[in-house]
């Protein structure tokens, strides 16, 4: 694909027709290895089983693992919640999360290089959320739904999600290196 190409379109930038629980978390002190290898298994009650992501932060902000679950086009919240082990409980140190609508999983996973015709191998993402100023969000809309346009730039895939439910942001992006 020539560069053009492959900056033409960032997922869920048009339609966002399906929903994701996105979850960011801290480790526990001295826990990080042990939550990270929670987190990574893949929940047999999931709606969707094995459509997630496990991102380890490296820089920046104080979470430690962000978790993207595809839920499909709709989502359920039981009274009862999500049982959490009484081993892993103590994993982390606080987590917050929320839901929100993105692209279909066939695109999310494509940009995400997890779809199985990708290369992964020593991809790094970038994951920035975003609060646009009062009265200017369909302008912040916009200005993320661009593809990036720099001369250097090597992103391989991006997806823009849009809150719906829980956390204090509007728009949230990946990018992949």
């Known amino acids: 694909k020539a560069a053009s190409d492959k900056r033409a379109t960032i997922a869920g930038a048009g ?22 290898d929670w987190l990574k298994t893949p929940n047999p009650n999931d709606p969707m089983p094995g459509h997630f ?23 359920t919240v ?10 892993k409980r103590d ?12 692209p279909s999983w066939e695109e ?15 991809s790094v993402y970038s994951v920035s959320y975003y609060r646009p100023a009062p009265g200017h969000r369909e ?12 001369a250097g730039d090597t992103t391989a895939g991006n997806v823009l999600m849009q809150h719906l439910e829980g956390a204090d942001w509007t728009f949230l992006t990946v990018a992949r290196y």
């Open 91 to 102: 994993l982390s140190e606080w987590h917050t999360d929320t839901f929100v609508n993105g």
């Open 53 to 75: 992501i496990v991102l380890r932060h490296q820089d920046g902000d104080a979470w430690d693992y962000v978790v993207i679950t595809h839920l499909g086009t709709k989502a």
């Open 15 to 36: 339609k966002r027709t399906d929903v994701y629980h996105v979850h960011f978390t801290k480790a526990a002190l001295g826990k990080a290895v042990q939550l990270g």
């Open 139 to 150: 302008q912040l809309e916009k200005m993320l739904s661009e593809a990036p346009s720099a």
């Open 108 to 122: 999310f996973s494509r940009a995400m290089g997890i779809d199985g015709d990708s290369k992964t191998a020593g």
């Open 78 to 87: 039981d009274a009862a919640g999500t049982a959490v082990p009484p081993d």
